[in-house]
């Protein structure tokens, strides 16, 4: 699926600002399932970017406005070509075939926790709190045959999505997963943050991921929707590697979402964060086109 995808995001101040540094995470990443032919990002008012990557691997911008300012405006457009990788991302074998209770096991291993150490220590934003432990059911005893590390993800991605309620105004991007365990309602952050705390209590690294859905074209006829970035999860899978799920919604990880980048928690993958020198108050606006093209 190829799509093309247009980001701005607009800042006003209610008085001028100056020394604004920011760093932007908007750059699709390229792997064996997306390729990003064309991206390019404009700043308003013009300033000089840079460009590396973070310790995660994400493609970062940076860029300084130092001169006095009300607004800031960042554009970003992107073409990127997605493919369906099939049933889970990184479904594919790998090594020598686990049963289900050597899987575990492997997880458990110090040679897990040394490779994956900074998917499995909790973060401020997936603490586990008792609560979140009575609902991931690991006051309960395991079952003499476990389920397979792949079939238990779904299985908890898809819990989330039965028992907690979308719902905008019930969250904001600041909202732990403490917060929201007892109300049961959020938003695809908080979903995402959900089931990464439950995968590392059992264990399981996992991952914050930062992104795109194309729906356009599902929506009934005569129907008004905006787009927004998405939040959904990867989780390591022993024979699998990296496979994504998305507690928000039913369809599968694939060709219709397109990654920018991971973390450890939202806080990693802030898709447009910086300071300024100033007073006053700030307004922000997000606009999020996501279309299909031709061929």
């Not at 960042?74 to 074998?93: E, F, H, L």
Request: include cysteine; charge should be negative.
């Amino acid at each position: 699926m190829k799509l093309r995808i247009m980001h701005v995001t607009e800042y006003t101040y209610t008085q001028p600002v100056t020394d604004s540094v920011n760093e932007v995470r908007l750059t699709p990443c390229t792997n064996e399932w997306q390729s990003c032919y064309q991206h390019a990002i404009a700043v308003e008012p013009n300033a000089p970017l840079q460009s590396y990557e973070d310790f995660f691997g994400n493609r970062v911008t940076a860029f300084s406005v130092n001169e006095p300012h009300s607004k800031l405006t960042i554009r970003t457009q992107m073409t990127v070509v997605t493919t369906d990788p099939g049933s889970g991302r990184g479904s594919a074998r790998k090594g020598r075939l686990f049963t289900p209770a050597e899987a575990w096991d492997w997880l458990a291993r110090d040679e897990a926790m040394d490779r994956f150490a900074e998917y499995l220590l909790p973060t401020s934003y997936t603490t586990a709190t008792p609560e979140v432990l009575v609902f991931a059911g690991l006051d309960e005893r395991e079952s003499e045959e476990p389920a397979a590390v792949y079939d238990w993800l779904a299985q908890l991605s898809e819990r989330i999505r039965q028992e907690f309620t979308y719902d905008a105004e019930a969250t904001d991007v600041k909202t732990k997963v403490a917060d929201m365990i007892g109300t049961r309602r959020g938003v695809c952050q908080d979903f995402a943050h959900l089931m990464i705390t439950i995968c590392r209590s059992r264990s399981i690294p996992a991952r914050y991921v930062s992104g795109y859905q194309f729906i356009g074209d599902l929506q009934e006829e005569g129907t008004s929707f905006q787009h927004a970035s998405h939040a959904w999860v990867e989780a390591y899978v022993p024979n699998r590697g990296w496979c994504a799920f998305d507690p928000t919604n039913p369809s599968e990880v694939g060709e219709r979402y397109v990654k920018l980048g991971h973390g450890r928690d939202y806080k990693d993958i802030v898709p447009v964060k910086g300071v300024y020198r100033g007073s006053g108050g700030q307004h922000l606006d997000v606009s999020v086109i996501v279309e299909q093209l031709e061929g």
